[in-house]
C-alpha cells in the first residue's frame, strides 16, 4: 500500500464533526459501529463522541471498554486506541466520552487511493440518453477491475472514446449504489486477451458527501494492510 503513516499530534489534526468509526474487539458489544466527534478538550485529552446507533437503538457502552478509532478527513485517516470513561446526555444529544492519546497515526492518503474489485455494472452513453427523451436507450455492461474516490477501471465490449460522457449503473458490496453516476473516459487502458476494451473513468462533481463514503469504503477494505499498527 502506498499511503505514508506517520505519528501527529491529535490537536494539530482533530476537529469538530469529523466523522468516526469505533471497533469493539471483543464482549457482548464486538462490532464496528459510526460515530462523530462533537468536541475535545486538549489539556486533558478526553472527547465527547456520539452514542453509537444500532438497528435503531443507542449502545450504551460499559465504561472501561476498549475502542479502536478511526477519524476521517478528507485526504488521512487517523487511527488511535481509546477507551470509554463514561456515558451522558445533554438535552436529547447522548453521547460518550473517551479517552484521546497525544500522539496518533496519521494514514496520509496519495489522492484517491485504488483497490481491486471486480464488479458487474452498466453504463449509458450520457448523449444517447439526453436525446433519446421517452426511447429506451441502449445499456452497456461492464465489469469493474479497480476502485477510488476518484474513479474506476473498467473492462468493456463497447469501444469508448477519450472525453466520452457514460452514465455508470453499479453496486458495490451493497455498501456503494451508483445509479447514472456521471463519468469521463480519461485513459484507454488497452485490450484484454478475449478482446474486451479496458478504460479508466473519472467521476464527475464528485460532492464532499460522496467523497468521504468513497473514501471510508476504500479503507475498509485496504484496513487489513494496517491492523498490524494498533
Known amino acids: 500500500?502506498?499511503?505514508?503513516?506517520?505519528?501527529?499530534?491529535?490537536?494539530?489534526?482533530?476537529?469538530?464533526?469529523?466523522?468516526?468509526?469505533?471497533?469493539?474487539?471483543?464482549?457482548?458489544?464486538?462490532?464496528?459501529?459510526?460515530?462523530?466527534?462533537?468536541?475535545?478538550?486538549?489539556?486533558?485529552?478526553?472527547?465527547?463522541?456520539?452514542?453509537?446507533i444500532h438497528k435503531g437503538a443507542y449502545l450504551k457502552i460499559p465504561d472501561g471498554t476498549k475502542l479502536k478509532v478511526r477519524a476521517y478527513s478528507k485526504n488521512a485517516v487517523y487511527i488511535f486506541k481509546s477507551t470509554v470513561y463514561s456515558m451522558g446526555k445533554e438535552g436529547k444529544v447522548r453521547y460518550l466520552i473517551i479517552s484521546l492519546p497525544e500522539i496518533i497515526y496519521r494514514i496520509q492518503r496519495r489522492r484517491y487511493a485504488r483497490i481491486p474489485i471486480a464488479e458487474e455494472g452498466y453504463f449509458y452513453l450520457k448523449k444517447d440518453l439526453e436525446s433519446s427523451k421517452n426511447e429506451v436507450s441502449e445499456k452497456y455492461r461492464f465489469m469493474s477491475k479497480d476502485f477510488s474516490a476518484g474513479g474506476m477501471a473498467i473492462v468493456t465490449k463497447k469501444k469508448l472514446e477519450l472525453g466520452q460522457k457514460i452514465l455508470i449503473n453499479l453496486n458495490l458490496k451493497n455498501e456503494i449504489i451508483l445509479?447514472?453516476?456521471?463519468?469521463?473516459?480519461?485513459?484507454?487502458?488497452?485490450?484484454?486477451?478475449?478482446?474486451?476494451?479496458?478504460?479508466?473513468?473519472?467521476?464527475?462533481?464528485?460532492?464532499?458527501r460522496f467523497e468521504e463514503t468513497f473514501v471510508k469504503f476504500v479503507?475498509?477494505?485496504?484496513?487489513?494492510?494496517?491492523?498490524?499498527?494498533l
Open 1 to 52: 500500500m502506498s499511503d505514508f503513516i506517520e505519528k501527529v499530534l491529535s490537536r494539530n489534526v482533530l476537529y469538530t464533526n469529523m466523522p468516526l468509526d469505533l471497533e469493539i474487539d471483543e464482549g457482548y458489544f464486538k462490532g464496528s459501529y459510526k460515530s462523530i466527534l462533537y468536541e475535545f478538550d486538549q489539556k486533558i485529552y478526553i472527547a465527547k463522541i456520539g452514542l453509537p
Open 219 to 229: 479503507f475498509k477494505y485496504e484496513r487489513q494492510s494496517i491492523n498490524g499498527i
Open 179 to 208: 445509479e447514472n453516476f456521471e463519468a469521463e473516459v480519461v485513459r484507454d487502458i488497452g485490450k484484454t486477451p478475449l478482446g474486451d476494451y479496458t478504460y479508466g473513468i473519472k467521476f464527475i462533481s464528485v460532492d464532499k
